[in-house]
C-alpha cells in the first residue's frame, strides 16, 4: 500500500518520521519597512502583537523578534538544521563567531553538534508593499549518538550551486526537482551536507527534495530501498493525486518509499511539495526543545553544559543581531574564512 498515513497540512510543524525531527513552512507576507525603523516592521503596525511570542497570524508574524521579526540567541543541540529560503531574507549569528546573510534561493546547513547557540533574524529591506514575502522551511534532521558531540558548524549551499532538475512529462507540462539531498537520477548531486552530518552517507538515504508541477504534469519518485522513511507534504496548489489517492486539501503523507510514488496536479494552479526521505536511526530520542539526546542522564547533562556557558560566549552586542541594509550575502566563519556565492 503506497500511503500509509494522511495528516492535514496547518500552520504549525509537520510531523516528521524519522531521522527528521520537526519541519515547519514560514509564509510572511511582511509590509514595508521604513529606514528610521531598522529593517523592522513600522511601530504603529505592532499594536496588540505578543511581542516575543507572535506565531500563528495569518498576514505575518513577528516569531521572537520585537523589531525585526525572527529568532533571537537560543541554543541548539544533538542535531542538524536545514533552513531553505525560497524567497526573503536571514542574517545569522552565532557562538563560534561566525555571521552571515543568505536569502532568495539559499539553504543553510548547520551541525549543532555538542551545542551551540545561533540567532536568525529576518530583516526587511524593502520599502515596496509587496516585496519583503518571506517563504521559508526549517528542517531538523537528527545525529546518531556517535555523531551528537561533533564540532558544532555551519556550511552554505548558495543558490548558484542549487541543483534543480527540469522535467519534461508526455504532455510538454513542465516538473521541476530542486534536491537540496539526495541525488535524482540522471542529474548532478547536490553539494555534500557538512562531515558529521547524517545526510553524507548515501547509505543513509537522506533525500530533502521540493517538486514543483505545472497544472496537469505527472511525474513519477522513484522507488528507494526497503526500510527508509518517505513523507511527501503538498503545501501549495489545489488537488494532486498520489498514486491512486486524491488529495483535495495540503497534506502530509507518509508514503511506502519502496514503491514508486506518482504524482498528478488535477489543480488548475501549479503544485508545489516538499519530500522528506531517509532511513531511520534505530536510538532513543529524548528531546525538550532545542536540545536533543539520546537518553534523560544526556539531556540533565547538555542543558547543565549550556548554563555553564559550554556552548560558547556569545559575542555579539545584542541577542538579536542585524547586518546593515546593503550587505550582501556572504558567511563568515569563527577561524576567519569568508565565502561569497559565485
Same mark, same amino acid.
Given at each position: 500500500?503506497? @500511503? ?31 529606514? !528610521? ?6 511601530? *504603529?503596525? #505592532? ?20 523589531? +525585526? ?15 531553505? +529560503?525560497?524567497?526573503?531574507?536571514? /542574517?545569522?549569528?552565532?557562538? #563560534? ?28 529591506? %524593502? $520599502? ?6 518571506? /517563504? ?28 534543480? *532538475? ?14 537540496? $539531498? ?27 527534495? +521540493? @517538486? ?27 488537488? @494532486? ?8 486539501? %495540503? ?5 511506502? *518509499? ?33 536540545? +536533543? ?8 547533562? $547538555?542543558? !547543565?553544559?549550556?548554563?555553564?556557558? %559550554? ?8 541577542? /538579536? ?22
Amino acid at each position: 500500500m503506497l @500511503i500509509q498515513k494522511v495528516l492535514p497540512v496547518s500552520r504549525g510543524p509537520f510531523q516528521t518520521q524519522s531521522p527528521f525531527l520537526f519541519a515547519v513552512y514560514h509564509l510572511d507576507n511582511y509590509p514595508p519597512s521604513r529606514a !528610521q525603523d531598522g529593517m523592522g516592521v513600522q511601530p *504603529a503596525l #505592532l499594536h496588540g502583537r505578543n511581542l516575543g511570542m507572535d506565531f500563528g497570524n495569518s498576514d505575518w508574524n513577528m516569531y521572537h523578534g520585537r523589531l +525585526v521579526p525572527g529568532f533571537p540567541q537560543h541554543p541548539h543541540c544533538g542535531f542538524s538544521t536545514i533552513t531553505l +529560503v525560497r524567497r526573503g531574507t536571514v /542574517d545569522h549569528h552565532d557562538s #563560534l563567531g561566525s555571521y552571515g546573510r543568505f536569502a532568495d534561493g539559499d539553504t543553510q546547513w548547520m551541525d549543532a553538534g555538542r551545542g551551540v547557540s545561533h540567532s536568525e533574524m529576518l530583516p526587511l529591506l %524593502h $520599502a515596496e508593499e509587496g516585496k519583503n514575502t518571506l /517563504d521559508l522551511f526549517q528542517i531538523w534532521l537528527n545525529l546518531p549518538r556517535a555523531s551528537k558531540g561533533c564540532a558544532p558548524n555551519y556550511t552554505m549551499q548558495w543558490r548558484e550551486q542549487a541543483v534543480k *532538475a527540469r522535467i519534461k512529462d508526455s504532455h510538454g507540462r513542465i516538473v521541476q526537482v530542486e534536491t537540496v $539531498a539526495g541525488q535524482l537520477e540522471g542529474w548532478p548531486a547536490p553539494q555534500k551536507p557538512p562531515q558529521d552530518n547524517y545526510a553524507r552517507d548515501p547509505e543513509n538515504c537522506v533525500a530533502i527534495w +521540493v @517538486i514543483s508541477m505545472d497544472a496537469g504534469a505527472r511525474w513519477e519518485i522513484p522507488a528507494a530501498p526497503t526500510g527508509v522513511n518517505r513523507s511527501v507534504i503538498f503545501f501549495k496548489g489545489d488537488e @494532486i493525486n498520489v498514486g491512486e489517492y486524491a488529495v483535495k486539501r %495540503h497534506a502530509n503523507m507518509h508514503v511506502d *518509499a519502496s514503491l514508486p510514488c506518482p504524482l498528478h496536479n488535477t489543480g488548475t494552479t501549479p503544485a508545489e511539495l516538499l519530500m522528506l526521505q531517509g532511513r531511520p536511526i534505530d536510538e532513543p530520542v529524548v528531546q525538550q526543545g532545542p536540545f +536533543v539526546t539520546s537518553s534523560r542522564p544526556e539531556m540533565q547533562q $547538555a542543558i !547543565q553544559a549550556y548554563h555553564r556557558g %559550554h556552548f560558547g560566549k556569545w559575542p555579539f552586542e545584542q541577542d /538579536d543581531p542585524v547586518l546593515p541594509r546593503e550587505s550582501p550575502r556572504f558567511a563568515h566563519y569563527g577561524d576567519g574564512r569568508e565565502e561569497r556565492p559565485e
